[in-house]
């Protein structure tokens, strides 16, 4: 009597399957922000408001390096987008603001346009009190968004000149910052633990994807 043989299993991981398994087990800890925690001692955050600020903060930092090395080397924009925009989508996930992570950096001048200080130039006197006053100070603060935003998507003197080495550097903070999240797990309470497991999930994926595409 014969007996079927067992299939074989791929002999390594895929780039859409890492993809994919990354973004599902992100999808299983929720995408929406977490209200913040009530367990404060006199009006100050929680360990957990302290780590969900921490978490928006360090990816907003890396989904910025993935968009200077964007900058820096155009042809990688089609391999990193999802990668970054996944990214992104962790910021959101811990609370964070998405106006500076969700720019496009190919357009980063978008984030300033004319309609924006048109009502601070043409206010009236009573409700401003000094007209040139506002239009001046709406012109300094249009001036320094339009300067940070040229500056973080413009020139990036952090990126290694040579693509493989820019995906290295990648794919080792990538790396360092799953690392960092994996032995946070123990500090925080169980909802945010799962996040950030998820989260530190999808980073080593996205360290084993840049790495592979480095060699």
Do not use: N, W
């Not at 969700?102 to 924006?116: E, K, N, R, T, Y």
């Not at 043409?122 to 012109?139: H, R, T, V």
Request: hydrophobic share 40%; proline share 8%.
């Amino acid at each position: 009597m014969s007996f079927p043989l067992p299939s074989r299993t791929p002999s390594g991981p895929r780039r859409r399957t890492l993809l994919a398994a990354a973004a599902g087990a992100f999808a299983l800890a929720g995408c929406s922000a977490p209200e913040p925690s009530s367990d404060t001692t006199g009006g100050s955050p929680s360990a957990a408001d302290r780590a969900r600020a921490r978490g928006a903060r360090d990816s907003l930092t890396l989904s910025d390096r993935y968009t200077a090395v964007i900058a820096a080397h155009p042809d990688l924009a089609e391999r990193l987008g999802p990668l970054r925009a996944e990214v992104v989508r962790h910021v959101k996930a811990f609370g964070g603001g998405s106006a500076g992570a969700s720019a496009s950096p190919s357009a980063p001048s978008s984030s300033v346009s004319p309609s924006a200080s048109a009502p601070a130039s043409s206010g009236s006197p009573s409700a401003s009190g000094s007209p040139s006053g506002s239009a001046s100070a709406s012109e300094s603060a249009a001036s320094t968004v339009s300067a940070s935003a040229s500056a973080s998507a413009g020139a990036s003197p952090g990126v290694a000149a040579r693509p493989k080495d820019a995906l290295a550097d990648l794919a080792a903070a990538e790396l360092a910052l799953a690392d960092e999240r994996t032995q946070a797990l123990v500090e925080v309470p169980g909802e945010l633990a799962r996040l950030l497991a998820s989260v530190a999930a999808a980073g080593a994926a996205h360290a084993f994807l840049l790495t592979k595409a480095a060699k």
